[in-house]
């Protein structure tokens, strides 16, 4: 699992908060490249500054970024993820308030189409990686028969073994930032 004090325990208030495809692709993008200014994101992802300004406003009154001021000169404001990993507790999909219940479904779909996204700019860019990296790389999927209990069994344990492959040094040879994805969901009945 993520270590606890790099990771984010969302709920119901938090939840609210971060559910908007904006305000989570720009909390991915500081998660995963480091701090940046509302312009620079703006750019990155095809948005106007002030949306991008805006969002990130919104992204800090909910604690999940921060100002990053050894970043800054002069009036740039840059800004930094707090955690590096969000816990979603389940229970929120089962909320009594519809608000909430449709706060964690648009998280779910946006978590989805986050890793739709990635997936894609790797096949659509893998040619600009070392040929090494195409053995490297995984594009994989299992069937398989589980009771909801064996099937939170095999999560927990591939997160265990994600989690013991600590990151490299910046400095090691041939080491890259990596994605991985899990998903495990029961097939529709046939």
Do not use: C
């Not at 500081?30 to 969002?55: F, I, V």
């Not at 990993?85 to 779909?109: I, N």
């Not at 989805?112 to 990635?118: D, F, L, P, S």
């Not at 589980?146 to 040094?169: C, D, F, G, V």
């Amino acid at each position: 699992m993520p270590d606890e004090a790099t990771s984010r325990h969302l709920d119901a208030r938090s939840l609210r908060g971060l559910a908007h495809p904006l305000r989570m692709q720009l909390l991915a993008a500081l998660r995963r490249d480091g701090p940046a200014t509302a312009s620079q994101l703006a750019a990155k992802l095809g948005e106007s500054s002030g949306s991008t300004s805006y969002h990130l406003r919104q992204l800090a009154t909910h604690g999940f970024v921060e100002d990053a001021p050894e970043q800054g000169k002069g009036r740039e404001r840059w800004w930094q993820a707090v955690d590096q990993s969000l816990m979603f507790d389940e229970t929120l999909l089962r909320d009594p308030d519809p608000e909430v219940r449709g706060a964690a479904a648009a998280f779910g779909y946006e978590v989805a189409n986050i890793h739709t996204q990635e997936l894609t700019t790797w096949l659509g860019n893998r040619h600009a990686y070392p040929e090494e990296w195409d053995s490297a790389s995984d594009l994989s999927d299992f069937s398989g028969r589980l009771t909801p209990e064996t099937a939170r069994e095999l999560i927990q344990k591939m997160h265990e073994l994600i989690e013991s492959y600590r990151p490299l040094p910046e400095d090691t040879p041939g080491a890259q930032t990596v994605r991985i994805h899990t998903h495990l969901f029961p097939s529709p009945p046939q």
